[in-house]
């Protein structure tokens, strides 16, 4: 009869099928096993070699219901329930694919391959709840190796993949994350979790309007995607309280740009980039603001974030020199002069190490304890107090150690008006240009010279019976 005609036809598809499978021709294998089961559709081994050759197609979806169909059709088949465990595996559903293993041992408890399979799904399981466990502790690195460790059996689970592209962004490894995205995307175009991905890239690297056309397209896809709903709430507040900032600092508004950058500050902490930019804009508010300490403490955030970002190291470096911090201004210049090697970033350095060698030399403004722009009346009325509160003449019954000391501030003090006093010189000190010429040779300098000059001359001034007359 009929039936044993379509057996044995559909034999001979089968026959053709596995000559196909050997010869790794998995397409035509494919279709001969269609054909068998279209002649003789309750026959599980039919379904089971389907399944494998899908499986070496790497069609899973299919093959897992290809496999589901065979056990259905015969329960004790054992290839069946491997390969529906092995489908199972592959698209990272490792609990599913637990109990199919366990059944090809409640068969055959000795079978190795079943054995080996159920270690398999047991340690996905465990690479997950590690994975997890890291990703609340914001550990994105351990993420990114518990799910490549996870893909090796699972090679098409897309969560594993996309958890993966997600640390990868998070970690700032941008392009690795948009090619996982992008491979995801490729077989599947609506994927709302590879969407996210590329949204999530993009919105890092502070392309914000872009990112949250992907965010809205994910949305699309997958109305309830909560992460994709959060990121595009968070850019867009991102964005909106970044201009507001500008507009307030444009407008001279300084107070109010401060808290408006604190306030998207707080926005995303894992928005590396603009969180970077939002850091060295307000350092350039602060610096307005005069909140010098403050400034470069969020200009080292800023770097902290992005180690290339040689605006902030500029802002830092400036905000050193308005504190008198030479060493470490320069330390700044010197990075950002390695890394842009401009004339402007070369004179900087070079100003920068000048101030710092002027620093280190001998302040005769301090000896005088006049201001930087004193004018020469308050210069001469300086010196004019000090050398009288220092002159050895004044000290002359005090003991031999406050007289050295006494002796000591009195040539100082001399010193400092001798440059101070005469255009020339205060003009070379001023500039550093004396520290290019090895100082002004102050060697042969005497500061009774000085003293007797500015009082006129001997028995202008007698330090006895004026002791008491003398207001200092």
Request: aromatic share 10%.
């Amino acid at each position: 009869g009929f039936l044993g005609y379509s057996r044995t036809h559909s034999e001979g598809f089968k026959e053709q099928g596995n000559a196909f499978y050997i010869k790794k021709d998995y397409a035509e294998a494919f279709n001969y096993y269609t054909k068998a089961i279209d002649m003789c559709p309750k026959n599980a081994s039919y379904y089971g070699n389907r399944a494998a050759t899908l499986m070496m197609l790497c069609r899973y979806r299919e093959a897992l219901e290809d496999s589901q169909q065979a056990v259905r059709l015969d329960n004790t088949f054992m290839k069946g329930h491997l390969r529906e465990g092995k489908c199972h595996l592959s698209l990272g559903n490792a609990m599913a694919a637990s109990r199919c293993f366990q059944r090809v041992l409640e068969l055959e408890p000795e079978n190795s391959q079943a054995q080996q399979e159920l270690r398999n799904a047991e340690s996905i399981l465990e690479y997950e709840r590690m994975a997890e466990i890291g990703f609340e502790k914001r550990d994105f690195r351990m993420v990114v190796f518990c799910m490549d460790r996870a893909l090796e059996s699972a090679s098409a689970c897309h969560r594993f993949k996309i958890l993966k592209a997600e640390c990868l962004a998070l970690l700032g490894r941008y392009p690795e994350a948009q090619s996982v995205a992008s491979d995801i995307l490729r077989m599947d175009s609506t994927n709302a979790d590879a969407l996210y991905v590329r949204g999530l890239c993009l919105y890092y690297e502070d392309c914000i309007d872009k990112a949250v056309q992907f965010f809205v397209q994910a949305l699309r896809m997958a109305p309830d995607h909560d992460k994709a709903r959060l990121a595009c709430r968070n850019a867009k507040a991102l964005k909106a309280k970044k201009e507001e900032g500008n507009k307030a600092f444009k407008e001279g508004n300084f107070e109010a740009a401060y808290e408006l950058y604190s306030e998207a500050l707080t926005i995303d902490p894992n928005n590396i980039k603009t969180n970077a930019k939002l850091y060295c804009n307000r350092a350039t508010v602060g610096s307005k603001l005069k909140k010098l300490e403050q400034a470069i403490e969020d200009c080292t955030k800023a770097i902290k974030l992005d180690e290339t970002y040689i605006k902030a190291y500029l802002r830092r470096a400036q905000c050193y020199m308005d504190t008198e911090q030479y060493e470490e201004a320069v330390r700044d210049y010197e990075k950002v002069y390695q890394t842009e090697k401009t004339k402007e970033h070369k004179h900087l350095l070079k100003n920068a190490q000048l101030e710092l060698k002027k620093s280190k030399r001998k302040d005769y403004y301090k000896v005088l304890g006049v201001d930087k722009n004193a004018t020469e009346e308050e210069i001469k009325k300086a010196y004019r107090k000090r050398a009288l509160l220092h002159h050895p003449d004044r000290h002359s019954s005090a003991s031999p150690e406050v007289q050295k000391e006494e002796e000591k501030k009195f040539k100082e003090v001399g010193e400092a008006f001798s440059v101070l006093s005469d255009p020339k010189k205060k003009s070379r000190y001023d500039s550093g240009q004396d520290l290019e010429d090895d100082g002004m040779n102050m060697g042969d300098f005497d500061a009774n010279n000085i003293f007797k000059a500015f009082f006129g001359g001997p028995g202008g001034f007698s330090f006895e019976g004026n002791l008491c007359s003398i207001c200092i």
